[in-house]
């Protein structure tokens, strides 16, 4: 399966080799390696050899397996605890722009993922409005 690779793009030199990792997986279309800036031991990241900044920009081939692949690391890590999060866009807080997911061990309460959003009330007619514009 060819893919698309950007020149300059961190994540594509991991997957060309031109960047050391430490490997965990390689499939046909996506590459998983541990984080070297961890926010726990074993966080790990899945990313498709495919160059795209974000999720809905990737072929869905591309994805097809990178969830499984998120999923065989946490079982193989043996993880009880655990976050699989992507990001999309700056604002949303993603630093590499090239679509990846995280594994993100959660061993404790001080370790891995912190979230602290405040959720809203939500409007349920403004919720079936919108329901009924997605056309998917």
Known sequence: MASKLAAECIFCKIIKGEIPSIKIAE??????????GPLSEGHAL??????A???????????????????????????????????NGKLAHQEVPHVHFHVIP????????????????A??????????NIKL
Request: glycine share 2%; proline share 5%.
């Open 27 to 36: 499939t046909a279309s996506n590459f998983a390696f541990f984080d070297i």
């Open 53 to 87: 900044e974000k999720m809905h920009e990737i072929p869905d081939e591309y994805l097809a397996d990178a969830l499984p692949l998120a999923k065989k690391i946490a079982k193989a890590l043996n993880l009880d605890n655990y976050n699989i999060l992507q990001n």
């Open 123 to 132: 409007n349920m007619d403004k919720l079936k409005e919108l329901a009924s």
């Open 46 to 51: 899945v990313i498709p050899k495919y160059h």
């Open 106 to 121: 959660k061993p404790n309460k001080e370790e891995g993922l912190v979230i602290g959003w405040l959720a809203k009330s």
